[in-house]
């Protein structure tokens, strides 16, 4: 076969949902760790800054957001290499559905790159059985689980359901800068409002993100409206509110990965070729 015609018939049997879905799990993860770790700083300032002068009593919010900056080191990783490890399965399944439909046939593009992802058919060399080579058992390893994309399906339904909770976590700090962002858009504007500019407030406490006794822990009126003017306040709600975004792309990725393997797998099942091909 020609160059271009091996290049065609290899693009049929591209699985573009799982490419799509893998930009997509990229570009969410990116957008939910980078933003979410420089909002998190941006959230210890203000609060060092405005909302408290004694270090013990945002010692353990510090204590926390170190710890779930670190979790979002850990996360941009394990996305990484499973988003990668998706779309191998997506490339490794799809070809076997659309070959049962009869809209892609085997080239040796397809061929050399089962044999390279499988580790190649086992064979006795001159000198009798030949060991394996350690990468060439892990790439056999990893044909074993292609194979299979039931386990897939499995894996990436328990991920999704613990991403809901990230997704719903990542709305909370939308959520608490939106309240401080409205009550100062009240002060900016007294005539939209009965209440007076003094008792118009952010308070950190009723959040749970400082004690009860912190003191001041709260600012009101021309103080909290000078605050809400500043580079720092509006760049850090910026940046959850993409982190938010961010979550919600790499939710959706999930599900998307969750609906192709699905299908692969039910195809695969209903038309007799069980989980190896």
């Known amino acids: 076969l020609g160059l271009l015609e091996c290049c065609a018939r290899c693009l049929i049997g591209a699985p573009f949902a799982s490419l799509v879905a893998t930009g997509l799990c990229f570009f969410g993860v990116a957008l939910f760790c980078g933003c979410g770790h420089e909002a998190l700083t941006g959230t210890e300032q203000l609060i060092e800054t405005y909302f408290s002068k004694n270090y013990q009593d945002y010692e353990y919010l510090i204590d926390v957001i170190h710890a779930f900056q670190y979790f979002i080191y850990g996360t941009a990783s394990f996305f990484f290499l499973y988003g990668a490890l998706l779309l191998a399965e997506g490339f490794y399944t799809t070809g076997a559905v659309r070959q049962i439909f009869g809209d892609y046939k085997t080239t040796i593009c397809g061929k050399g790159l089962s044999a390279m992802v499988t580790g190649g058919p086992k064979g006795r ?6 060991r394996a080579h350690s990468l060439q058992r892990v790439c056999q390893c990893l044909g074993k689980w292609l194979g299979h994309p039931d386990k897939f399906v499995g894996i990436t339904y328990v991920l999704t359901i613990i991403w809901l909770l990230v997704f719903a976590c990542s709305a909370v700090p939308v959520y608490i800068y939106f309240n401080t962002w409205t009550t100062c858009q009240s002060i900016a504007n007294p005539s939209k409002t009965s209440a007076s500019i003094g008792t118009l407030c952010a308070d950190a406490r009723m959040y749970g993100v400082l004690p009860w006794n912190a003191f001041p822990g709260k600012v009101c009126g021309s103080n909290l409206l000078s605050i809400c003017k500043t580079s720092e306040f509006q760049m850090t709600f910026h ?39």
């Open 239 to 277: 940046l959850f509110i993409a982190a938010f975004v961010g979550a919600a792309a790499t939710l959706v990725s999930l599900l998307t990965f969750m609906i192709a393997a699905t299908y692969n797998f039910a195809v695969l099942k209903l038309m007799g070729r069980g989980t190896k091909f």
């Open 125 to 130: 060399g001159a000198r009798g059985p030949q």
